[in-house]
T-cell receptor
Framework: KAGVTQTPRYLIKTRGQQVTLSCSPI?????VSWYQQTPGQGLQFLFE???????NKGNFPGRFSGRQFSNSRSEMNVSTLELGDSALYLC??????????????FGPGTRLTVL | GDSVTQMEGPVTLSEEAFLTINCTYT??????LFWYVQYPGEGLQLLLK?????DKGSNKGFEATYRKETTSFHLEKGSVQVSDSAVYFC???????????FGAGTTVTVRA
């Protein structure tokens, strides 16, 4: 079974631009979560989608948004990029019956650099 | 709020040494507890988990026991290998919430 895939793996943008990251969950998984990983703040939860609905949201500004499609693929968007948005963005998918409660399977991440 | 505190690193060990990484948590309910591992250049992989008090999670020689009385979930391995070099994260989630709250991570380096 293929794992969680994220595209692109690396991205370089400049301040003020916007960016869209994509995540394809494991087949059959309907929950997709996004996390931001930085050296200073560690791993922080951005949001979680299930069946195209955002169920949970972390403490990030409105510049960070996401969506989920009917095939469970998800995208996250960051508008008006700031230098502090440079991070590894991780996507995780989950299925209620896969390994018990709340086990999440992570993708390799998208490394975003904002110049 | 819910949070996880884990031992600061980095930790450097010789092969076959004993590893322990401390993890304590604060939660409003009864969380599920996890250890994730991140190898260089990769995403996170679930190492082990425990969903209720006194549960012991184990995998690949690693163990951790859910201690409600001390709100702890310390990770241990009796004999580490060079291949265990990675960053280890303790995490919790509550109920059916898919949100994970992570500790800061502990970098472990094992030398041959």
């Amino acid at each position: 079974k293929a794992g969680v895939t994220q595209t692109p793996r690396y991205l370089i943008k400049t301040r003020g631009q916007q960016v869209t990251l994509s995540c394809s969950p494991i087949s059959g998984h309907r929950s997709v979560s996004w996390y931001q990983q930085t050296p200073g703040q560690g791993l922080q939860f951005l949001f979680e989608y299930f069946s195209e609905t955002q169920r949970n949201k972390g403490n990030f500004p409105g510049r960070f948004s996401g969506r989920q499609f009917s095939n469970s693929r998800s995208e996250m968007n960051v508008s008006t990029l700031e230098l502090g948005d440079s991070a590894l963005y991780l996507c995780a998918s989950s299925h209620p019956l896969a390994g018990g409660p709340n086990e999440q399977f992570f993708g390799p991440g998208t490394r975003l650099t904002v110049l | 709020g819910d949070s996880v505190t884990q031992m600061e690193g980095p930790v450097t060990l010789s092969e076959e040494a004993f590893l322990t990484i401390n993890c304590t948590y604060t939660a409003t309910g009864y969380p599920s507890l996890f250890w994730y591992v991140q190898y260089p250049g990769e995403g996170l992989q679930l190492l082990l988990k425990a969903t209720k008090a006194d549960d012991k999670g184990s995998n690949k020689g690693f163990e951790a026991t859910y201690r409600k009385e001390t709100t702890s979930f310390h990770l241990e391995k009796g004999s580490v290998q060079v291949s265990d070099s990675a960053v280890y994260f303790c995490a919790l989630s509550l109920g059916n919430d898919y949100k994970l709250s992570f500790g800061a991570g502990t970098t472990v380096t094992v030398r041959a």
